[in-house]
């Protein structure tokens, strides 16, 4: 039978916690801090928290954190407008992502790595990591992959001010949308490289 006497609830201690090894390492913490503030738009406070990630990593010579941090860290970095910043950390990520043969992960990097050298105004570096993706994805038959960065050439060599490179580019994306059969984004990408010939 339900009784109405209640223990008092100061009497009631803490339920116990499964111990979580990631939040006993300092540098898991801060690398889990870090993501929690970059998910929040709190740039400065996530690149804090990846750099001391990172420095934490490095002494315990974790090359896989210090990847991951680095990489962390570059993407705070790039939110923060500090593009060149951004690259020297991803560029460390990079090297020990390439020393892993971890492809996909170089993939990922050279992608924000493109973004950082357009952002800063050099678009021939951007164009040589853009090409590599581009390389990637055809030798990986990903037509998917390979329109998304054909129009991320396309726009850099239109902010290169080169419009018939670019007009060439959409080209590419036309035509790789029309042998899939999709008639109207082929039409559209047809008619932005006829206005950038025009242009050029």
Known sequence: M?????????SIGAAPKASDPDLEDPAKRDYMEGRKFFQEGEYAQAAIAFHNA???FEE???QIGVANAADRLGDACLARGEYAMALANFKQ???????EDDSFSVLSINKKMAAAYRKL??????LEMLFDIL???RLTSNP???VEV??????TYNEKGDKTSAADAYRSVASIHKRFKHERMAEQFAQRAAELAQEG
């Open 2 to 10: 339900a009784t109405d006497n209640l223990q008092p609830i100061d």
């Open 54 to 56: 990172l420095r934490g």
């Open 60 to 62: 315990k010579g974790d």
């Open 93 to 99: 990520a990079h090297a020990i992502c390439e020393k």
């Open 121 to 126: 105004g050099d678009h021939d570096k951007a």
């Open 135 to 137: 390389e990637h994805y």
């Open 144 to 146: 998917k992959g390979a």
């Open 150 to 155: 054909l129009s991320l050439i396309a726009e």
